[in-house]
């Protein structure tokens, strides 16, 4: 039975996404293999001896993702919410980094390491901090990234939060690798434990076979994971001993030669319909097109606004637990931070599937259907043009910036936007450029200075700041598809008064 209360969907408009999930790669994304795990699993280390660099060359501020990728020279940038440049962070492990406002999404190093031409490495927060958000945005990555490297210690268990996440990866097209590392009870045994263990393992000639811990330790970890999610079974673990790290090295290595060639072949060079005429079908009303574009321009701007308030709502939900709870006043910034990352990816999701609806239903009613991919690409390219000759087109890549005072600031540019990114993606190939919301740098200084340790002034600032994201994003959201409206529509009708596609 419908849902009284509910719109109906305009015809032929695509469901959006209501949720964050694991994606497919996709054929221009940079390959990456994205590595997570709780704290105390020496992640960091594994990092360094799979590429040979000293530990402290990879420490970067709590909350923050750390970018390794391949270059000539050593070099160190910090990408901070609220600039447009990065900041120079010094690849020297005994330097010491710039005094930022606030910690950076990201920040990336860049190593001559050969490993490196394969494939970037993108180490992540501790699992055990990411909440709701965090896992949100970390699967986002990954479906992007391609692969997941779970690092886990053999003196550790899964959590819940952990298998929940590793169960939505599992439901994607992505790598899934697991390396147990010792762990501090892991390779020391005391010594009665010792002869008790060769006394177990004696064989019928008296001989004795030493039980090696993180092998046992990944038997076990591996029964509890295909307890709870068994679509990981086939999922290879490794010990990430720096003796055994060669096969680790090797395995992702062969990962990436396969995804290289499995991304080549995904996509044509030449899609069909890049090239020549494309004839406007016959009896095409242009008043009737624009009024029909018009209605379902609105109806998903409508729709993006209904779910983003809705998403909003539940965000102020866990910040007012979690502030009263959980992480408290001091905590409140990361918080509330990863949670506007990962609305960001949501509206731009939401935006970019809806806008593909718009285009590939009106111009089907121009040129037929279904609509091929080169003519979409075309469509989508003069859209894009169209879009520079109206005067809100500057401010589409704006970057929305929560203030210390529960204000929205807002900063423009394609560079504002580039520091918001925990991984940067392949160049878009969307009509709109992505949606961005941050915490600015005031917001860190005051909620963690000792004197604004209040619960009810930090919830009292926590509801007024996401009242005025959710009135931002409205207007952002209403400007973006009246600007969609105005260029495809224009586009559409040169189409029609031609009798061809001019794009």
Same mark, same amino acid.
């Given at each position: 039975?419908?849902?009284?209360?509910?719109?109906?969907?305009?015809?032929?408009?695509?469901?959006?996404?209501?949720?964050?999930?694991?994606?497919?790669?996709?054929?221009?994304?940079?390959?990456?293999?994205?590595?997570?795990?709780?704290?105390?699993?020496?992640?960091?280390?594994?990092?360094?001896?799979?590429?040979?660099?000293?530990?402290?060359?990879?420490?970067?501020?709590?909350?923050?993702?750390?970018?390794?990728?391949?270059?000539?020279?050593?070099?160190?940038?910090?990408?901070? *919410?609220?600039?447009?440049?990065?900041? @120079?962070?010094? $690849?020297?492990? +005994? !330097? =010491?980094? #710039? &005094? %930022?406002?606030?910690?950076?999404?990201?920040?990336?190093?860049?190593?001559?390491?050969?490993?490196?031409?394969?494939?970037?490495?993108?180490?992540?927060?501790?699992?055990?901090?990411?909440?709701?958000?965090?896992?949100?945005?970390?699967?986002?990555?990954?479906?992007?990234?391609?692969?997941?490297?779970?690092?886990?210690?053999?003196?550790?268990?899964?959590?819940?939060?952990?298998?929940?996440?590793?169960?939505?990866?599992?439901?994607?097209?992505?790598?899934?690798?697991?390396?147990?590392?010792?762990?501090?009870?892991?390779?020391?045994?005391?010594?009665?434990?010792?002869?008790?263990?060769?006394?177990?393992?004696?064989?019928?000639?008296?001989?004795?076979?030493?039980?090696? *811990?993180?092998?046992?330790?990944?038997? @076990?970890?591996? $029964?509890?994971? +295909? !307890? =709870?999610? #068994? &679509? %990981?079974?086939?999922?290879?673990?490794?010990?990430?001993?720096?003796?055994?790290?060669?096969?680790?090295?090797?395995?992702?290595?062969?990962?990436?030669?396969?995804?290289?060639?499995?991304?080549?072949?995904?996509?044509?060079?030449?899609?069909?319909?890049?090239?020549?005429?494309?004839?406007?079908?016959?009896?095409?009303?242009?008043?009737?097109?624009?009024?029909?574009?018009?209605?379902?321009?609105?109806?998903?701007?409508?729709?993006?606004?209904?779910?983003?308030?809705?998403?909003?709502?539940?965000?102020?939900?866990?910040?007012?637990?979690?502030?009263?709870?959980?992480?408290?006043?001091?905590?409140?910034?990361?918080?509330?931070?990863?949670?506007?990352?990962?609305?960001?990816?949501?509206?731009?999701?939401?935006?970019?599937?809806?806008?593909?609806? +718009?285009?590939?239903?009106? &111009?089907?009613?121009?040129?037929?259907?279904?609509?091929?991919?080169?003519?979409?690409?075309?469509?989508?390219?003069?859209?894009?043009?169209?879009?520079?000759?109206?005067?809100?087109?500057?401010?589409?890549?704006?970057?929305?910036?929560?203030?210390?005072?529960?204000?929205?600031?807002?900063?423009?540019?394609?560079?504002?936007?580039?520091?918001?990114?925990?991984?940067?993606?392949?160049?878009?190939?969307?009509?709109?450029?992505?949606?961005?919301?941050?915490?600015?740098?005031?917001?860190?200084?005051?909620?963690?200075?000792?004197?604004?340790?209040?619960?009810?002034?930090?919830?009292?600032?926590?509801?007024?700041?996401?009242?005025?994201?959710?009135?931002?994003?409205?207007?952002?959201?209403?400007?973006?598809?009246?600007?969609?409206?105005?260029?495809?529509?224009?586009?559409?009708?040169? &189409?029609?008064?031609?009798?061809?596609?001019?794009?």
């Amino acid at each position: 039975m419908p849902d009284p209360g509910r719109q109906a969907e305009p015809p032929g408009s695509a469901p959006l996404p209501t949720r964050l999930g694991v994606t497919v790669p996709g054929p221009d994304e940079p390959m990456a293999v994205v590595v997570a795990g709780p704290a105390g699993a020496n992640r960091r280390e594994l990092i360094a001896g799979l590429l040979g660099v000293e530990s402290a060359t990879l420490a970067v501020p709590p909350g923050s993702n750390l970018l390794v990728q391949h270059a000539a020279t050593a070099t160190r940038a910090a990408y901070v *919410p609220g600039y447009r440049q990065p900041h @120079a962070y010094g $690849a020297d492990p +005994l !330097a =010491a980094g #710039p &005094a %930022l406002a606030r910690p950076p999404r990201r920040v990336e190093l860049s190593l001559p390491d050969p490993l490196l031409r394969h494939f970037a490495v993108l180490d992540t927060p501790d699992t055990g901090t990411l909440g709701v958000a965090g896992g949100r945005v970390l699967r986002d990555a990954v479906g992007r990234a391609g692969a997941l490297l779970f690092v886990i210690s053999a003196d550790q268990a899964f959590s819940a939060a952990e298998l929940h996440l590793l169960a939505e990866v599992a439901r994607a097209r992505v790598e899934v690798f697991f390396a147990v590392t010792p762990g501090v009870t892991g390779p020391a045994a005391p010594a009665d434990g010792a002869r008790a263990q060769d006394r177990a393992a004696s064989g019928p000639n008296g001989s004795t076979r030493r039980l090696d *811990p993180v092998s046992v330790s990944i038997e @076990a970890h591996r $029964a509890a994971l +295909l !307890a =709870a999610v #068994p &679509a %990981l079974t086939p999922a290879r673990w490794f010990p990430a001993r720096r003796a055994e790290l060669p096969q680790l090295r090797r395995a992702l290595v062969g990962w990436a030669a396969d995804e290289v060639l499995r991304r080549g072949s995904a996509r044509p060079p030449v899609p069909a319909g890049a090239h020549g005429r494309v004839p406007v079908l016959a009896g095409v009303e242009p008043g009737e097109l624009a009024d029909r574009v018009d209605r379902q321009a609105r109806a998903c701007a409508r729709r993006i606004r209904q779910h983003l308030a809705l998403e909003l709502a539940n965000i102020h939900l866990r910040v007012v637990q979690e502030i009263v709870f959980g992480v408290g006043c001091a905590g409140l910034p990361q918080m509330l931070d990863r949670e506007l990352e990962a609305l960001s990816l949501l509206a731009t999701a939401q935006c970019d599937e809806a806008v593909r609806g +718009l285009v590939d239903e009106a &111009a089907a009613r121009v040129f037929g259907a279904p609509l091929a991919e080169g003519v979409r690409r075309r469509i989508i390219h003069a859209v894009r043009w169209g879009l520079a000759d109206h005067p809100d087109a500057p401010e589409l890549d704006r970057v929305l910036l929560v203030t210390s005072t529960a204000g929205v600031a807002g900063l423009t540019g394609a560079g504002a936007l580039d520091a918001l990114a925990g991984l940067p993606g392949a160049q878009r190939d969307e009509v709109l450029p992505p949606v961005g919301v941050a915490l600015n740098g005031g917001c860190w200084q005051h909620w963690r200075a000792p004197g604004n340790n209040d619960p009810n002034a930090a919830r009292s600032w926590a509801q007024r700041a996401l009242r005025e994201v959710e009135l931002e994003l409205s207007r952002e959201v209403s400007r973006r598809f009246e600007v969609i409206r105005l260029s495809l529509g224009a586009v559409l009708a040169d &189409a029609v008064d031609h009798g061809i596609l001019l794009a």
